[in-house]
């Protein structure tokens, strides 16, 4: 009897465990043996990504990418309520802002990345990673197709998953703007690769340089580094490269110390023209002080293995700069198959994927996108004016008071996010004082206004639209955002939480997505760095430095990537920076 109820109890382990490849229980029976031997499909295998979900009552989400969007969505999604599959042709989460800092070994590759199975590890409920490249997303059919990078069977390389809810976060690709020679000759800056490229590059350029049969010229060309887009990510990335020069090859390769160049190309007229004009004017002359050589209003047209051909915006003069390495960092463009997607869905005329403010893609249900490879279309008031007057107009009088307003001025505020932002620049405190303004500064108990004045006040408003920038800090709270949208879409269908719907009845689900500026940071070498904080607050020099270190350690994903990066900056401060080529 013991040993029927233990088979029992077996057979109970093997029926809440469908997806355990296999099950081997053994136990006594007398002086005999039974044993007991059972196989399944294994579920995580990646044949057999077509097969039915798990458990039924579980809708299936797939997460394409594991960048800064994709890995802050499954941190924060509850996956004990959903069945989730993770695609990426990347098995880990890089932080991205220190890449700068991997390619002269301030940092180490590995201190600044954290395996993806680490991070699902941690989670609850049922989550599958296939490292695997998305080359299709089929809408109409809930499909997306596969490529996987691994040495299988050609069989075995492609397959098909199945979605309720798909998520895109695959990121953006550099952005070349079609200039001849650029994709073979030079370096970017957008993966950990790309960073363990470029260190090695360095060094051979100084070894190429140090060999007694390289002639004056060519050692001159070779040691010139020419960094092309006077954005964030170029300026650190030329202030990194001074430091690693100044500091530590200088004292392993003192005959060609005197030789180095290093040349920032911005096409525009100023470097981090997204930043304060006090911080880009510091670092203009930081920059001219440290002998790095800015080129602003100069545009690249070619590339060829000897040299790097510009334009003066200005004059029109065109020149040929020899170089020796070239990293190009000039922007983000739309990957392959999501240019693709947008063809299906009928977004051909967009640079990126549209979304609403809820992050759901529009033309598609259940398909969301979130991070670089999105942007959110704004809906401009004007167009809904005629709906929001009528929501307004409760009596229906075709006139609308103060009192009238009030009850939707806060959802009116929440759905359009622009009409705070006209307020802020006109000095306005609140939209009420808009429509006053309008009607010539009469009591505000008196203003009445009919549709044509209701239009008129409200004219200028979607002027102040603006689109998110494509940085990590945007992606990481499209992500928590969205996580969070899913772990209460049960509780949010029965009990909306958001705004008005001004074309419909009731509210929308959620409230929309709303992105907070947290401030961003600019080194520029030295120990020195530039911080633009919210409020219009600007500090640059040391302290920030120190800012700087201690946001970007407590922004890592893990606690052994901290300690990595930790012990990173401290075995530089001690030891210097390695100069080994690895």
């Known amino acids: 009897m013991r040993a029927f109820s233990f088979f029992r109890r077996a057979s109970r382990l093997f029926d809440e465990n469908r997806s355990l490849s296999k099950l081997l229980v053994v136990f006594t029976v007398s002086s005999g043996g039974l044993l007991v031997y059972s196989e399944s499909n294994s579920y995580n295998g990646m044949t057999n990504a077509d097969q039915p979900q798990i458990d039924t ?7 394409l990418g594991t960048g800064w969007a994709g890995t802050s969505f499954l941190k924060n999604l509850d996956t004990t309520l959903y069945d989730v599959n993770i695609i990426s042709p990347r098995n880990y989460f890089a932080f991205t802002p220190l890449l700068p800092s991997v390619t002269c070994g301030t940092v180490e590759a590995r201190s600044v990345v954290e395996p993806i199975r680490n991070i699902i ?3 609850k409920g049922d989550s599958t990673f296939w490292e695997a490249k998305c080359v299709k997303i089929d809408a109409k059919g809930k499909k997306v197709h596969c490529l996987s990078d691994q040495d299988v069977n050609s069989e075995l390389k492609e397959f098909t998953v199945d979605y309720d809810y798909l998520v895109i976060a695959l990121g953006a690709q550099v952005n070349t703007f079609n200039t001849p020679g650029v994709v073979e000759n030079c370096h970017f800056l957008k993966e950990v690769e790309d960073a ?13 340089a140090s060999l007694p049969t390289l002639s004056e010229d060519g050692k001159v060309k070779t040691l010139h580094f020419v960094i092309v887009g006077g954005g964030p990510t170029g300026v650190e990335f030329a202030a990194q490269l001074h430091d690693f020069v100044s500091e530590d090859l200088v004292k392993v390769y003192p005959d060609v110390k005197d030789l180095v160049k290093i040349t920032l190309l911005e096409a525009g007229d100023h470097i981090l023209n997204m930043f304060d004009k006090r911080i880009t004017a510091f670092a203009e002359e930081k920059f001219h002080r440290d002998g790095i050589d800015v080129k602003t209003g100069s545009m690249v047209f070619e590339v060829n293995d000897e040299a790097i051909s510009i334009k003066d915006r200005s004059s029109g003069a065109v020149s040929s700069i020899p170089y020796g390495m070239i990293v190009w960092s000039t922007g983000i463009g739309t990957r392959p198959v999501i240019m693709d997607f ?17 992050l759901r893609v529009d033309g598609c249900d259940n398909v969301y996108a979130i991070g670089d490879c999105a942007t959110i279309n704004q809906r401009k008031v004007m167009e809904d004016i005629m709906e929001i007057f009528n929501k307004a107009d409760a009596d229906k009088s075709g006139t609308l008071t103060v009192k009238e307003f009030q009850h939707v001025i806060d959802d009116v505020c929440e759905r359009y996010p622009q009409v705070e932002l006209y307020l802020k620049n006109k000095r306005l405190k609140s939209i009420v004082d808009l429509l006053k303004d309008s009607k010539g500064n009469r009591e505000r108990e008196s203003i009445e206004l009919d549709i044509e004045e209701f239009k008129n006040s409200l004219s200028e408003v979607d002027s102040q639209m603006k689109s998110l920038p494509a940085t990590a800090q945007v992606a990481a709270q499209q992500g928590l955002y969205l996580a969070r949208c899913f772990n209460r879409m049960k509780e949010a269908e029965e009990n909306p939480e958001g705004p008005l719907r001004f074309r419909g009845m009731g509210r929308h689900r959620f409230h929309p997505f709303r992105y907070k500026h947290l401030g961003q940071f600019a080194p520029l070498g030295g120990e020195q760095t530039a911080a633009q904080l919210p409020g219009d607050w600007v500090s640059i020099g040391h302290s920030s430095q120190w800012l700087w270190y201690s946001v970007y350690a407590s922004k890592q994903v893990s606690w052994r990537t901290r300690v990595l990066v930790i012990s990173d900056w401290i075995r530089r401060f001690v030891f210097g920076r390695d100069s080994s080529r690895i």
């Open 342 to 358: 947008m063809h299906q869905i009928s977004q051909t005329n967009r640079r990126v994927l549209a979304t609403d403010e809820w």
């Open 57 to 63: 009552k579980k809708k299936r989400v797939v997460v």
């Open 196 to 208: 363990q490229k470029i260190r090695r590059s360095v060094i051979d350029c100084f070894e190429r």
């Open 121 to 123: 590890g941690k989670r």
